[in-house]
Nanobody, 122 residues
Framework: QVQLVESGGGLVQAGGSLRLSCAAS????????MGWYRQTPGKQRELVASITSDGSTRYAESVKGRFTISRDNAKNTVYLQMNSLKPEDTAVYYCNVRAALAQAMSVSYMYWGQGTQVTVSS
């Protein structure tokens, strides 16, 4: 019912920047929150940043001051601006959306994007 399309990943040198985008589509009634997670081999998936419908944001301590999450409600799109990238930021980044569908407006579900690879070279 909800499809998430991610873009913006790639290879960048340490200190560089990337901007990830995630557009949600489908029979969406409302989006409660949007966020980004990342995962590397042998590590547990971790929350990088999230943003609620009122604009409240949360960040992992490791990315505070370097990453900025934002959203365009009209486009159902969430962005992650990543600056001052470090090799330890290398991971697969997954978009996450909590949304209610038009068919069941009082119930929300979690949806995941396909993941986009971010590689930071030293």
């Amino acid at each position: 019912q909800v499809q998430l399309v991610e873009s913006g990943g790639g290879l960048v040198q340490a200190g560089g920047s990337l901007r990830l985008s995630c557009a949600a589509s489908g029979s969406i009634f409302s989006i409660n929150a949007m966020g980004w997670y990342r995962q590397t081999p042998g590590k547990q998936r971790e929350l990088v940043a999230s943003i609620t419908s009122d604009g409240s944001t949360r960040y992992a301590e490791s990315v505070k001051g370097r990453f900025t999450i934002s959203r365009d409600n009209a486009k159902n799109t969430v962005y992650l601006q990543m600056n001052s990238l470090k090799p330890e930021d290398t991971a697969v980044y997954y978009c996450n959306v909590r949304a209610a569908l038009a068919q069941a407006m009082s119930v929300s579900y979690m949806y995941w994007g396909q993941g986009t690879q971010v590689t930071v070279s030293s």
